[in-house]
């Protein structure tokens, strides 16, 4: 059965991005609006993924979405929640570096920091007492399943620890937003299952959490995302493929009924072979 | 098991490792009894090698090789800070050709600058620690400068997502991050300084040292003593080699290379 949901507040808008390496243009004429989705019997994130073949900018445009990247053209606007609510709606800024949250391939951690410190650090320019920091950590800490390795180093740790500890650090630090760049790449079945575990929490814990990844598992990202957008490359009108990505097609799972099902239904596996006959033919 | 021994990548253990060191240290060292034999040879006998660092002892071995040692600190520290300075310093583009342009200046022969080191320097020991200091600086910055640009965008960019601004990029990252790299250049390159010694040592020969020890021993054709000074000099740098890595082992537990 299909969820009850409101969408309300724009919580991301893309606006006509390009980004331009030399002669070179990666990605073009990107736009999508992503909004606040409510639902009235519990707290409820955001999760979209993106689906795409290699090559084809999902890790460019995911660097322009942290601000990583200055885009050559567009724009990407987030709520500015320090500002106060104008007309009953949140002003918006542009996407700066620290605003999003990143975590990369290689789930990239000081390496001269323990776990620990790291989260210490990221939440060294949040305003509470440092006893606050300590509990805050700890807690964190306890829910996934870090406390024993809380000074161990990055390189002392498994791949799934690493993991746990880049997402938290980002968490930590940039709050509502979290970019993943293939978080489920080169994991085994438990691990898998822990990232899945991982995003619950974050969408669980506040309806404005927004958790953004790219993947090249069509069901997993079907199973997990209420929004899913394929990039590729367009034809040419002779059939051939142009060189730039771009939204090719946008799949809200949340209107067709099969945002947060428990199951992988029949409605999924459609769904699935859809996005793959695009990306194939992209 | 010998068949194993002389088959490409295969995986032995400590035993035979250390089978293998032994019997090559057997094969050098009986080579060496071998080849000075007889009344015409290339190389001293051990025994005249073992009275070399006999006589070596009883003429202050130990303070010279204090004064070598000194020296080599001195001129270390002193390299460390210019160099760690230059290249901290070279991510901010104005001043990157400075430490690229010192990084070339290792090309430069010893002579045309000690030239200049004398206008400039008063003192021979002085001097001595000067020549040291340039050499040393221009190879460490080239080594740094190696460590900055292997550090990969990944790690900047982890930096940059949390809202590291440009400065705390450089301290967390270049200067905290790659701490334990300074100590492995520091390691590799006092092989080349070391190697320097017997030339800047015999600037100022009052000032002793190993160098000037091999100099004097050159100058008489006593090669029981030089060779007797390049094992001690050979001992001495892998000792202070082995200090490093184990300080950099100790301090550094994330140091994994």
């Known amino acids: ?282 | 098991m010998l068949k194993k021994w002389f088959r490409p990548f295969e995986k032995i253990d400590l035993k035979q490792k250390m089978t293998i060191i032994g019997i090559w240290i057997a094969l050098v060292l009986g080579y060496w009894f071998y080849a000075s034999l007889g009344s015409k040879h290339l190389f001293p006998t051990p025994a005249q090698v073992w009275e070399g660092m006999q006589s070596l002892y009883n003429e202050g071995l130990v303070v010279h090789i204090g004064s070598s040692l000194g020296l080599c600190l001195q001129a270390a520290v002193i390299s460390l800070l210019i160099s760690l300075s230059i290249v901290y310093l070279s991510p901010l583009p104005a001043l990157k050709p400075v430490a690229v342009f010192f990084s070339r200046l290792r090309y430069l022969p010893l002579t045309g600058i000690t030239f200049y080191l004398t206008m400039l320097v008063s003192g021979a020991r002085t001097m001595q620690v000067w020549v040291l200091v340039v050499f040393m600086s221009l190879y460490f910055i080239t080594s740094l400068l190696a460590v900055l640009k292997d550090i990969p965008a990944d790690e900047i960019n982890h930096a940059r997502s949390l809202k590291c601004s440009r400065w705390e990029i450089l301290w967390e990252v270049i200067i905290k991050g790659r701490l334990d790299y300074v100590l492995d250049v520091l390691r590799q390159n006092l092989a080349i300084i070391w190697m320097m010694l017997v030339t800047v040592e015999s600037i100022l020969v009052a000032a002793g040292g190993l160098g000037v020890l091999i100099k004097n021993s050159d100058k008489f054709a006593n090669h029981g003593r030089i060779v007797a000074l390049q094992i001690i000099i050979l001992l001495i740098g892998l000792l202070l080699d082995w200090i490093l890595h184990v300080i950099r082992k100790g301090l550094f537990r994330y140091s994994t290379y």
């Open chain 1, 1 to 282: 059965m299909a969820a009850k949901y409101e969408q309300k507040d724009t919580i991301l808008h893309v606006e006509n991005l390009s980004i331009v390496y030399g002669e070179k243009v990666i990605i073009s004429n990107i736009g999508f609006t992503e909004k606040n989705t409510v639902r009235p019997d519990k707290p409820q994130g955001q999760t979209i993924a993106f689906l795409g073949r290699s090559g084809r900018g999902k890790s460019t445009l995911f660097r322009a979405l942290t601000g990583l990247e200055e885009p050559t053209t567009g724009m990407v606007l987030i709520p500015d929640f320090e500002k106060p609510i104008v007309n009953g709606q949140q002003p918006a800024k542009k996407v700066q570096e620290g605003d999003v949250g990143f975590v990369d391939q290689k789930y990239t951690l000081f390496r001269h920091k323990t776990i620990y410190q790291s989260l210490k650090y990221a939440l060294r320019n949040v305003k509470i007492s440092s006893e606050e920091k300590d509990e805050k950590i700890i807690t964190y800490l306890k829910d996934w399943g870090l406390q024993t390795c809380r000074n161990q180093y990055p390189n002392e740790l498994s791949g799934g620890q690493r993991q746990r500890t880049a997402i938290l650090e980002q968490l930590l630090s940039s709050g509502l937003y979290m970019v993943l760049d293939e978080p489920f790449s080169g994991l085994d079945v438990g691990n898998i299952q822990n990232v899945k575990d991982a995003f619950r929490l974050i969408n669980d814990s506040h309806e404005l959490n927004t958790i953004i990844f790219s993947t090249h598992d069509i069901e997993l990202a079907v199973e997990l995302a209420d929004s899913i957008y394929v990039l590729g490359y367009l034809k040419n009108d002779d059939g051939t493929l142009t060189q730039t990505g771009t939204i090719l097609k946008h799949f809200d799972l949340k209107e067709m009924g099969l945002a947060w099902q428990h199951e992988f239904t029949a409605d999924h596996l459609d769904i699935t072979k859809q996005i793959k006959q695009i990306m194939l033919a992209s």
